[in-house]
């Protein structure tokens, strides 16, 4: 069975600074995708970044990139400069196509971060 | 462009009776997924709709049961409401090809259901 872990509930850090959040995962998939999801208070799940399995170039987004290590089925999210904005929980999510070619999201438990000014 | 939405925003029910919860998939999407977001944690697939069938299904107790209507929107309902189905109710929508659109799903903002 697919499962995702995040093995950090809570990290912070001030403003401006770096951080990088954990994600581990485990599948007997070859074909998949990786996600990292920001959901702050408002409750809208917005979508950082994706990583695509068969890609082993690491996906970027201006501030935000990730380290994808496929044997390791490990991903991490890195946001460099980190703003105030940030702030919200971190949910990293996996996905592949099912035998019925049906695909959904398997999340981890999330991170909370903090920002400080 | 319309994104994902869904109604109500909050609902509080007793334990024992039935709600009922919609979602309108983002312009063009025809695959509807819901989740269910307990305090704390992370988003549990709940079941999948396509061309008004259910094509996947979670972890779930048949008391959660949904519908997809010929314009796309879906509907959640939960029969039987226990304390512990108080969540929030997401709904995503997305395209079946998942090549398409690099699997990603576009959620709404959730409905937030408490049970007393």
């Known amino acids: 069975a697919q499962t995702v872990t995040q093995s950090q509930p809570e990290m912070s850090v001030q403003e401006a600074e770096t951080v990088t959040l954990s994600c581990t995962y485990d599948?007997?998939?070859?074909?998949?995708?990786l996600f990292w999801y920001k959901q702050p208070p408002s409750r809208q799940m917005i979508l950082v970044i994706r990583?695509?399995?068969?890609?082993?170039q690491n996906a970027t987004e201006n501030r935000f990139s990730v380290n994808f290590q496929k044997a390791a089925k490990s991903f991490s999210l890195k946001i460099s400069d980190s703003q105030l904005g940030d702030a919200a929980m971190y949910f990293c999510?996996?996905?592949?196509?099912?035998?019925?070619?049906?695909?959904?999201?398997?999340f981890g438990t999330g991170t909370r971060l903090k920002v400080l000014a | 462009d319309a994104g994902v939405t869904q109604s109500p925003t909050h609902l509080i029910k007793t334990r024992g009776q039935q709600v009922t919860l919609r979602c309108s998939p983002k312009?063009?999407?025809?695959?509807v997924s819901w989740y269910q977001q307990a305090l704390g944690q992370g988003p549990q697939f709940i079941f999948q709709?396509?061309?008004?069938?259910?094509?996947q299904r979670g972890n779930f107790p048949d008391r959660f049961s949904g519908h997809q209507f010929p314009n796309y929107s879906s509907e959640l309902n939960v029969n039987a409401l226990l304390l512990g189905d108080s969540a929030l109710y997401l709904c995503?929508?997305?395209?079946?090809?998942?090549?398409?659109?690099?699997?990603?799903?576009?959620f709404g903002p959730g409905t937030r259901l408490t049970v007393t």
């Open positions: 995503a929508s997305s395209l079946a090809n998942p090549r398409y659109t690099h699997y990603e799903q576009y």
């Open positions: 599948t007997s998939e070859s074909d998949y995708y």
């Open positions: 990583q695509e399995a068969y890609k082993q």
């Open positions: 999510a996996y996905s592949y196509v099912s035998s019925s070619g049906t695909y959904k999201y398997i």
């Open positions: 312009s063009g999407h025809d695959t």
């Open positions: 709709y396509y061309e008004e069938e259910e094509r």
